[in-house]
């Protein structure tokens, strides 16, 4: 009897199959319009571009435009590449047109059917975007596509590391940039750090077509972006707090040493309020609680975690003034590598050693963050169905399975359960062993590359050859999967192996031409195509005869989409193939999952040593068990992703206004409402409102006018004035530091005074979020303990980074306004020793001995400075070449530290 979710489903079609129906039409509009365009010239097909993007561009809609755009793809295709797209291509292609994820089966050209989205989206003029999983890939698909996109009148780039900024420009401005997901991450950063627009490389985020799409927005999303750089030097607030863990008292702290954490107890926390507090560390009237003390409790949990979970020649030695980590598996010192998150500065102030600056995040972003920045997001990928729920919710991006071109003819056998894992490999090897004797191509999926490493070499002992594909090489990997097809072939993998590159049976006819010609350039490229042709149809005869392409998996993975990637490597393009999983109790997930109970159940049946048992209900159970794993994992990375959204919205706002700056062409607007706003906050804060005159502190409002607006005006004066108010003295101190700054402007000259304030407003922005960066990085880090006192931990960090940011553009207002004051013309003989110590910088570069005549002379050197003499160098800081003239900073020449 069916069940009423079958019977429904046989009345009313799935959704699945209502949208793959809705298509149809489209399709045939396309198929109808082929016979017009098969009549063109290639100068036709580029006519035919140029009148479809100047209607774009006049407001019709590219959904009206798709059949006339698909079908001129087509046909560009066909003559560049000799492949006409199948119906269930261009299924595809209005697929991710229209925003959805495309489940393909491998093999059934995924390369290809993007090329008709981005043409499409591409009209509009605004760039496109194909992200692939790997670099090789990027080049490959540029390279073989580019003669679609060239056959219809369009540009295509390609944006890899390292490579010229010219270039990488030249790349981003095509209609068509491929790009892997990292370059294009790593560039939105990087782009949000330039100070000009010119020096801009992404033109915007209009549409992404994502290849290998649940690799890239669900494997790789896992680890943020970050751009990290050296941080300030806090060595003397490590030593202070250093000097203060000590006097910590065993009822001040608790520690747990099975999970080796550490936390400070509510006396611990009051005792170094007042300690931190009489050391002028913590400022008067504030609290460890304070959102403005979480860098400070960052650094005393740090400080704690160094003395008492980290002991001297156990987990350290020092060595050479070096304090060097011991791996605790193999008693081995671990040279070069440092603890995060400031803990290693912790062990090294303990030990008196010279602490070495910390990594700090310069600017970061999460990949679901930074996709979700293109209006119109598509994505193509072999197994996306069982991720579906997350795709729709963090992306909301829709699945849709398109049907194979032709049936799927691969047999998916039950899974083979064996009780130990060496009785699971020696099943193994019988199956390789059987399937190479009659010439059956064999790839062999394993979850690691030691247990790759393992099996090659029981494949060794057995006389078995074989190929072992790891991630090492991506130029490799693409070449022996190639060869994976070929009659008699074996090939170990991990995972990963393999993706962007078909395994056809009797081998890869592109790559052997390919390779062909690149062994003998004279050879001309059509003989040589149509022998190998030949050979091949031979060799693809004997291992269709041999049952095509067996994948045999030595392991399921967590995750069910892993296990179906490998799965879908057999049966392409209708071909035969089989796949086969080979279990044992003792794999990670029997061992998680219940193996206890199983293997009861295979003690009562008796089994033999090497039996396996071999039933549909071990496949339910384990796909139940691999269904709860992918929800876990869903979780964590929604919790992630929620702590990212409270950064992200801030990182918008900073972007957003870093980018209006760049934008505008005078600034002095926003610079005098920055300034009236500190002038309004100083005046709040030393003439309270509804306040008698002698409750004034007009003497400190003088000192910060000074201070913080750069000017001296009679405050004092003012103050004592009959009928004058808290109003009165604001728009005073207003006009005043207006009309200095028209001064200044008019000593430096207009045009000279917009580009000042420009990048001092840039710097600024840049120094104040990367701060802010640093101390939302130590939020996260203790704010999950707000959970204990029945606090939610997201709703706290929401608040208080709120608070740290308000703060921020606080701070902000105050230096920008400050710097302005501050800055003068130089005089000529501060010009001089400023080019002195550019030309110094730049020999130093070079690797060139500084000569004297252009070393530093420090700012308030003394009258008569004498490279020789030390005494008239006056306070050079660390970080200037020495006045010596050797080249080297002065804090590792003569400002050395004994």
Same mark, same amino acid.
Request: charged content about 25%; some cysteine.
């Given at each position: 009897m069916l069940g009423l979710g079958t019977l429904a489903k046989k009345v009313f079609g799935t959704p699945n199959d209502r949208k793959i129906k809705s298509t149809r039409p489209l399709i045939e509009k396309i198929n109808a319009l082929e016979p017009e365009f098969e009549?063109?010239?290639?100068?036709?097909?580029?006519?035919?571009?140029?009148?479809?993007?100047?209607?774009?561009?006049?407001?019709?809609?590219?959904?009206?435009?798709?059949?006339?755009?698909?079908?001129?793809?087509?046909?560009?295709?066909?003559?560049?590449?000799?492949?006409?797209?199948?119906?269930?291509?261009?299924?595809?292609?209005? $697929?991710?047109?229209?925003?959805?994820?495309?489940?393909?089966?491998?093999?059934?050209?995924?390369?290809?059917?993007?090329?008709?989205?981005?043409?499409?989206?591409?009209?509009?003029?605004?760039?496109?975007?194909?992200?692939?999983?790997?670099?090789?890939?990027?080049?490959?698909?540029?390279?073989?596509?580019?003669?679609?996109?060239?056959?219809?009148?369009?540009?295509?780039?390609?944006?890899?590391?390292?490579m010229p900024e010219a270039q990488k420009k030249a790349a981003y401005a095509a209609d068509i940039t491929y790009?892997?997901?990292?370059?294009?991450?790593?560039?939105?950063?990087?782009?949000?750090?330039?100070?000009?627009?010119?020096?801009?490389?992404?033109?915007?985020?209009?549409?992404?077509?994502?290849?290998?799409?649940?690799?890239?927005l669900i494997d790789e999303a896992r680890t943020p972006l970050i751009i990290s750089g050296p941080s300030q030097d806090r060595s003397e607030l490590y030593k202070t707090i250093d000097a203060v863990i000590p006097e910590v008292t065993d009822e001040h702290f608790t520690m747990d040493e099975k999970t080796r954490s550490v936390s400070y107890s509510e006396e611990g926390n009051e005792f170094l309020e007042q300690r931190l507090s009489a050391l002028g560390i913590l400022p008067e009237g504030q609290s460890l609680y304070d959102p403005e003390s979480t860098t400070l409790v960052h650094h005393i949990n740090q400080g704690l975690k160094a003395h008492k979970l980290f002991h001297k020649d156990k987990d350290y030695i020092v060595r050479d003034g070096e304090v060097m980590l011991i791996d605790e598996f193999t008693g081995r010192m671990m040279a070069g590598r440092r603890l995060s998150d400031g803990l290693h500065q912790a062990i090294e102030a303990k030990e008196g050693v010279n602490i070495q600056p910390e990594n700090v995040t310069l600017a970061s972003v999460t990949f679901q963050n930074y996709f979700r920045l293109y209006n119109k997001l598509g994505g193509m990928t072999g197994t996306a169905t069982t991720e579906a729920e997350e795709f729709a919710e963090i992306y909301k991006l829709g699945v849709v399975e398109v049907p194979t071109n032709r049936p799927v003819a691969r047999v998916d056998e039950h899974d083979q359960v064996y009780r130990t894992a060496k009785e699971k490999y020696d099943g193994v090897v019988k199956a390789i062993q059987k399937a190479h004797e009659k010439g059956q191509p064999v790839l062999v999926g394993t979850t690691s590359i030691e247990k790759s490493e393992f099996l090659a070499g029981l494949l060794t002992d057995a006389g078995i050859p074989h190929n072992v594909l790891n991630a090492r090489q991506h130029e490799k990997e693409a070449q022996i999967v190639?060869?994976?097809?070929? $009659?008699?072939?074996?090939?170990?993998?991990?995972?990963?192996?393999?993706?962007?590159? &078909?395994?056809?049976?009797?081998?890869?006819?592109?790559?052997?031409?390919? &390779?062909?010609?690149?062994?003998?350039?004279?050879?001309?490229?059509?003989?040589?195509?149509?022998?190998?042709?030949?050979?091949?149809?031979?060799?693809?005869?004997?291992?269709?005869?041999?049952?095509?392409?067996?994948?045999?998996?030595?392991?399921?993975?967590?995750?069910?989409?892993?296990?179906?990637?490998?799965?879908?490597?057999?049966?392409?393009?209708? &071909?035969?193939?089989?796949?086969?999983?080979?279990?044992?109790?003792? &794999?990670?997930?029997?061992?998680?999952?219940?193996?206890?109970?199983?293997?009861?159940?295979?003690?009562?049946?008796?089994?033999?040593?090497?039996?396996?048992i071999v039933h549909p209900w071990v496949n339910k159970s384990l796909e139940k068990a691999q269904a709860k794993v992918e929800g876990r994992n869903f979780d964590i990375r929604k919790q992630l992703l929620k702590f990212d959204d409270v950064m992200n919205d801030q990182r918008k706002v900073i972007f957003g206004q870093r980018r209006e700056i760049m934008e505008a062409e005078d600034l002095a607007e926003i610079v005098q409402d920055m300034r009236h706003q500190v002038v309004d906050d100083l005046v709040d804060l030393y003439i309270p409102a509804k306040s008698y005159a002698d409750q004034w502190n007009a003497e400190g409002l003088y000192v910060a006018g000074i201070e913080r607006l750069g000017i001296d005006v009679p405050v004092l004066a003012w103050a004592e004035e009959e009928g004058v108010d808290d109003t009165e003295l604001r728009e005073r101190l207003e006009k005043a530091s207006d009309e200095m700054m028209a001064a200044k402007a008019a000593q430096f000259g207009p045009e000279n005074m917009r580009m000042i304030e420009k990048q001092i407003l840039l710097q600024t922005i840049d120094g104040k979020w990367r701060e802010h960066l640093v101390t939302?990085?130590?939020?996260?880090?203790?704010?999950?303990?707000?959970?204990?006192?029945?606090?939610?931990?997201?709703?706290?960090?929401?608040?208080?980074?709120?608070?740290? $940011?308000?703060?921020?553009?606080?701070?902000?207002?105050?230096?920008?306004?400050?710097?302005?004051?501050?800055?003068?013309?130089?005089?000529?003989?501060?010009?001089?020793?400023?080019?002195?110590?550019?030309?110094?910088?730049?020999?130093?570069?070079?690797?060139?001995?500084?000569?004297?005549?252009?070393?530093?002379?420090p700012e308030g050197a003394a009258p008569g400075f004498d490279e020789h003499d030390h005494t008239t160098w006056g306070n050079p800081s660390r970080n200037d070449p020495c006045p010596c003239g050797s080249g080297e900073k002065f804090k590792h020449c003569h400002g050395r530290l004994a």
């Open positions: 009549t063109l010239s290639d100068a036709g097909i580029i006519e035919r571009t140029t009148a479809l993007a100047e209607r774009a561009k006049s407001g019709e809609s590219l959904d009206e435009l798709l059949p006339e755009a698909f079908a001129n793809c087509r046909e560009a295709a066909r003559r560049a590449l000799g492949l006409r797209a199948f119906d269930t291509q261009l299924m595809g292609g209005i $697929f991710l047109h229209q925003g959805n994820i495309a489940e393909m089966k491998t093999g059934e050209g995924k390369t290809l059917v993007a090329t008709f989205p981005a043409y499409l989206n591409a009209l509009t003029g605004a760039g496109v975007h194909i992200v692939t999983v790997n670099d090789y890939l990027a080049k490959r698909d540029a390279e073989w596509m580019s003669k679609v996109y060239s056959a219809l009148g369009m540009t295509t780039g390609v944006v890899y590391p390292q790009a892997t997901n990292n370059e294009l991450g790593f560039d939105y950063l990087r782009d949000n750090m330039k100070s000009d627009l010119s020096e801009m490389n992404q033109r915007g985020h209009n549409f992404a077509i994502v290849d290998e799409v649940d690799s890239i190639a060869d994976a097809g070929k $009659f008699g072939a074996v090939t170990i993998a991990t995972n990963m192996a393999g993706r962007g590159t &078909d395994i056809q049976l009797g081998g890869n006819v592109e790559m052997k031409v390919l &390779d062909a010609i690149a062994a003998d350039p004279a050879l001309h490229p059509d003989e040589v195509r149509a022998r190998i042709e030949a050979e091949h149809a031979d060799e693809k005869a004997k291992v269709l005869a041999a049952g095509g392409l067996f994948v045999l998996a030595t392991e399921r993975h967590e995750s069910r989409r892993i296990d179906n990637q490998l799965r879908g490597r057999s049966g392409r393009q209708g &071909d035969p193939g089989r796949s086969s999983f080979f279990l044992s109790l003792e &794999d990670d997930l029997m061992r998680i999952f219940g193996s206890e109970r199983l293997d009861k159940v295979l003690s009562s049946l008796g089994m033999k040593e090497g039996e396996a939302l990085e130590h939020l996260r880090s203790v704010v999950g303990f707000r959970g204990y006192a029945q606090r939610d931990p997201l709703n706290e960090y929401k608040t208080e980074s709120f608070q740290l $940011f308000e703060g921020m553009l606080n701070d902000l207002r105050e230096d920008v306004t400050r710097k302005l004051a501050q800055i003068r013309p130089l005089t000529q003989d501060e010009q001089d020793a400023m080019m002195r110590q550019m030309l110094a910088q730049q020999e130093a570069a070079q690797g060139k001995p500084v000569s004297a005549a252009v070393a530093q002379q």
